[in-house]
């Protein structure tokens, strides 16, 4: 998503804002809460430092993804379960049929069902 201010472009990630439409929060805020989760080690993979994912991934992940035109994915979704104890359905519309992955809290607690659509490039909240 781009938003143009006074000529200025500024690209925000469409998974935060999609968060955004479930909770009563901004989706930087957001973004910083789960920059915070994952720079503090919270766990996204169990049994599995969660500094060693993010070095998988590329150096300076977490610098990288405080930045609002670093897209977020399957490592903000998890941890975004883990912090709120949601769980995220991620509906695949860019295939025929539509697959759906299930994020859940690794704590099995579980406040609150959300459904997110994704394109391949773009995410979108499922307004149910």
Same mark, same amino acid.
């Given at each position: 998503m781009i938003i143009i201010f006074k000529y200025i472009y500024i690209i925000m990630s469409c998974l935060f804002n999609s968060f955004s439409y479930f909770f009563d929060e901004k989706s930087t805020d957001i973004r910083n809460k789960i920059c915070d989760y994952l720079q503090n080690n919270g766990v996204v993979i169990e049994g599995l430092p969660t500094t060693d994912v993010l070095l998988m991934e590329t150096p300076n992940y977490?610098? /990288?993804?405080?930045? +609002?035109? +670093?897209? *977020? *994915?399957a490592i =903000?979704?998890?941890?975004?379960? @883990?912090?709120? @104890?949601i769980s995220v359905i991620v509906i695949n519309i860019r295939d025929t049929p539509n697959i759906s992955? =299930?994020?859940? #809290?690794?704590?099995?607690?579980? /406040?609150?069902?959300?459904?997110? %659509?994704?394109? *391949? *490039?773009?995410? %979108? #909240?499922k307004r149910l």
């Open positions: 977490i610098q /990288n993804m405080r930045r +609002t035109s +670093t897209w *977020g *994915g =903000e979704i998890q941890a975004a379960c @883990n912090i709120w @104890n992955i =299930e994020f859940l #809290p690794i704590s099995k607690q579980i /406040n609150k069902i959300i459904h997110i %659509e994704w394109s *391949g *490039g773009h995410y %979108e #909240p």
